[in-house]
């Protein structure tokens, strides 16, 4: 009954490769998001989807691409991973827009 | 973009010790929130708060927002081990759809 989850947990994988994280909530929420959270644990918002919406996309190189299948999916695709895309993925999500966020579990991504 | 400067950075503590964390900014906010993180996991909402002044009670942690909405401190009584973990506050970017993160506080009881 986990109401956030992301998969994979830990994802290693070697510089240039393409790699997608699929986040899925049962919560029946209306908005999503991504954040990265980088070495020293800063949080920092990368995408929200409301409705299957694109709604805040941040300055973040087009190599990272969101797809939201429905209101209960949402999945990050990045293309051409560098070094420094090294960091902790967290997928969330809202009850509309009113701010309060229920989070994944994060997936930890190591582009070596 | 809004800033949320939280401090201090590290506090380390034994148990059964009082503390108190901040977060601080210039800009006034309609809410504010607090979440905590252990390791290896998401962070965890705490408490929202709303009204200029307010206090919210957790157990043992106490909330309040400052009379101007732009300040927020959370004060723990008797801190356990349990207590242990990254606090970060956050706040709707004026205008936007964004929620802005401070930087967090990491708290460390030791027993």
């Known amino acids: 009954d986990t109401a956030v989850s992301q998969t994979p947990k830990y994802l290693v994988t070697q510089m240039g490769n393409d790699k997608s994280i699929k986040c899925e909530q049962n919560l029946g929420h209306d908005t999503m998001y991504w954040y990265k959270q980088d070495s020293k644990k800063f949080l920092k918002i990368m995408f929200s989807y409301n409705n299957k919406e694109l709604i805040i996309n941040e300055t973040v190189p087009n190599r990272f691409s969101p797809k939201s299948p429905d209101k209960a999916h949402l999945n990050l695709h990045i293309n051409s991973l560098e070094l420094g895309d090294s960091a902790v993925y967290f997928c969330?999500?809202?009850?509309?827009?009113?701010?309060?966020?229920?989070f994944g579990p994060g997936t930890r991504l190591t582009v070596t | 973009t809004q800033l949320l400067e939280q401090s201090p950075q590290f506090l380390s503590i034994q148990e059964g010790e009082n503390l108190t964390v901040y977060c601080n900014s210039s800009s006034v906010f309609s809410s504010l929130q607090w979440y905590r993180q252990e390791p290896g996991e998401g962070p965890v909402l705490l408490v929202t708060v709303v009204t200029g002044g307010e206090v919210k009670k957790l157990k043992r942690l106490t909330f309040q927002f400052g009379d101007a909405r732009k300040d927020s401190s959370l004060h723990i009584t008797a801190a356990q081990t349990g207590d242990t973990g990254l606090y970060l506050c956050?706040?709707?970017?004026?205008?936007?759809?964004?929620?802005?993160f401070g930087k967090g506080t990491k708290l460390t009881v030791n027993p």
């Open positions: 956050a706040a709707p970017q004026g205008g936007s759809e964004k929620l802005v």
């Open positions: 969330a999500s809202s009850k509309g827009r009113d701010y309060e966020q229920y």
